[in-house]
Structures are given as C-alpha cells and as structure tokens.
C-alpha cells in the first residue's frame, strides 16, 4: 500500500496568516492526490484535486502544489471558517486509496 | 447537484452483519462517469476506503485487502442506491462510515461527494 504522511500533525495559527501543510508518499503518485477540508461532525469536503486543481466553490486562498512524492496545501490568508482538519488522499491507485493521518489547524 | 443520503443502523452486535444503504440523487448509479465507494473513519485507524463499485457494461468490484472476504458492495439500480454489507464485525469495526463518489468510473479519482456518516458502534 502506498502510505501518506501529513505534517504537521497540528498546526496553530491565526487569521490572516499563510499557512502550509506538507503530505508525502511512500513511492510516486505523480499528481493523483485530493486535499479534504473536515469539520468537527460533517463529512470530509474536496479542495482541491490532481495535486493543484480547485474544487469548485472553493476560495481561491486555497492552493496545493507538488508532484511524485511530495505535496503541499497552502491557505494564503486564514479565515475563521478554516479552523478544521486536513487530509491528503493518494488515488495513484486504487489498491486501496489511502489518506494521511490529518493535520488540525487550530486558532493560535 | 450530486447528493448522498445514508441510511442503516447504528448499532451491530459482535458476530453479526452491519449493513447500510446509500441513496443517490442527482445521478445515476450505472453512470459510466462515476464509482460509489464506502469509507470510514475511526480514532484508530483514520480515514479507511473500504471498496467501491462502478458501471462500465458491466459492474466491477473493488475491496481493500483488510476487508476482503467480509465486505460485499451492492448496487440496486431500481432504487438509484448501493450497499455496503460487512461480515462478522467486531468491536475494531466500529467508526463512522460514509458513502462517497468519485467522478470515474473505470479509474482512480478523488471523492466529490460524500454522505452525511453513520456512526456504527459493535457492541453486545
């Protein structure tokens, strides 16, 4: 299984801030990796997919980059609405598809 | 607009069968453009993609290795819904499961939308 590493685990920040959060794979998953926004009793929400591509709907403060083994997701300017945790995913390939463990952005 | 609507218990006793249905709106489940996966979530062991089915002149089957030949995924065309059935569960099974799409079919891709969860507790 291709396994995916988040860090930070927790983050803490504040409004307005830039902020990065890094996952990397195992082994190369070119640019087939999805970022998910979860907040505390709904369901995981798309952000951004193929490594930088925006969901739509999304805000444009968010943006992810990298390719093979290493990815970031950055929020340029933080708003209180994205206080929440964070979870890249691997579909390079489907045998499973696996996520990172998370990373919690917290209020500073 | 894509929309998943789960239903099923919430409670299962060790041994037995969970099963829960996820009821499609906006879409078809014999899309050619779509596959219909179950996941869950627990402390434990985080955010797990259990299997998934999709349509492409036929219906395929695709299951993690850590539930293989527990877990059955079922599509139900005249009711635009799938299933998940998961066999002899213990108290590790418990977490909460959601239904979710990925707009492939035949490939691997993100999940676009997902259900609102079931929190599924094994427990006698």
């Known amino acids: 299984d291709i396994q995916m590493t988040q860090s930070p685990s927790t983050l803490s920040a504040s409004v307005g801030d830039r902020v990065t959060i890094t996952c990397r794979a195992t082994?190369?998953?070119?640019?087939?990796l999805a970022w998910y926004q979860q907040k505390p009793g709904q369901a995981p929400k798309l952000l951004i997919y193929?490594?930088?591509s925006l969901q739509t709907g999304v805000p444009s403060r968010f943006s992810g980059s990298g390719s093979g083994t290493e990815f970031t997701l950055t929020v340029s300017s933080l708003q209180p609405e994205d206080f929440a945790t964070y979870y890249c995913?691997?579909?390079?390939?489907?045998?499973?598809?696996?996520f990172g463990q998370g990373t919690k952005l917290e209020i500073k | 607009q894509l929309q998943l609507q789960q239903s099923g218990p919430g409670l299962v006793k060790p041994s037995q069968t969970l099963s829960l249905t996820c009821a499609i709106s906006?879409?078809?489940?014999?899309?050619?453009?779509?596959?219909w996966s179950w996941i869950r979530q627990s402390p434990s062991r985080g955010l797990e993609w259990l299997g998934r089915?999709?349509?492409?002149?036929?219906?395929?089957?695709d299951y993690a290795s850590s539930v293989r030949g527990r877990i059955t995924i079922r599509p139900d065309t005249s009711k635009n819904q799938f299933s998940l059935q998961l066999n002899s569960v213990t108290p590790e099974d418990t977490a909460m499961y959601y239904c979710?799409?990925?707009?492939?079919?035949?490939?691997?891709?993100?999940?676009?939308?997902w259900g609102q969860g079931t929190l599924v507790t094994v427990s006698s």
């Open positions: 979710a799409s990925s707009p492939e079919g035949g490939g691997s891709s993100e999940f676009d939308s």
């Open positions: 906006g879409d078809n489940v014999s899309s050619n453009t779509a596959a």
């Open positions: 089915t999709y349509y492409l002149s036929r219906w395929y089957y």
């Open positions: 082994q190369s998953i070119d640019r087939w």
């Open positions: 193929d490594a930088s």
């Open positions: 995913q691997q579909y390079r390939s489907y045998s499973p598809y696996t």
